[in-house]
């Protein structure tokens, strides 16, 4: 059974820093393009970043570039977001998603593993 399991959200002030986290079972993310989307209050879920199988290829939306960091640890079957210069427009429940082989999917439909999501809330 595969399980996708996120933390490291919390409340955080504006122009701090936070990571979370996502650890997998049943799943080795060696073989999966991994991604952190988000969910804003009263929107819809947006992707945030994703890296391929290999770390060599990773997307940013707009609003994070030069911001957060998706990275990948194979040896503890993990992937993090650091997150810098946090806005409070970047408070959302944050989820890591993961898809089979390299993809470039955007969008939630292009996932097929879920973790249940982590709070992260900035204040301003």
């Known amino acids: 059974q595969v399980q996708l399991v996120e933390s490291g959200g919390k409340l955080v002030q504006a122009g701090g820093s936070l990571r979370v986290s996502c650890a997998a079972s049943g799943l080795t993310f060696n073989f999966y393009t991994v991604a952190w989307f988000r969910r804003p209050p009263g929107k819809e879920r947006e992707i945030v970043a994703y890296i391929n199988r290999s770390g060599g290829t990773t997307y940013y939306t707009d609003s994070v570039k030069g911001r957060f960091t998706i990275s990948r640890d194979s040896v503890k079957n993990a992937i993090y977001l650091q997150m810098n210069s946090l806005k409070p427009e970047d408070t959302a429940i944050y989820y890591c998603?993961?898809?089979?082989?390299?993809?470039?999917?955007?969008?939630?439909?292009?996932?097929?593993?879920w973790g249940q999501g982590t709070q992260v809330t900035v204040s301003s």
């Open positions: 998603a993961a898809a089979p082989g390299d993809t470039v999917a955007t969008g939630p439909s292009g996932y097929n593993f």
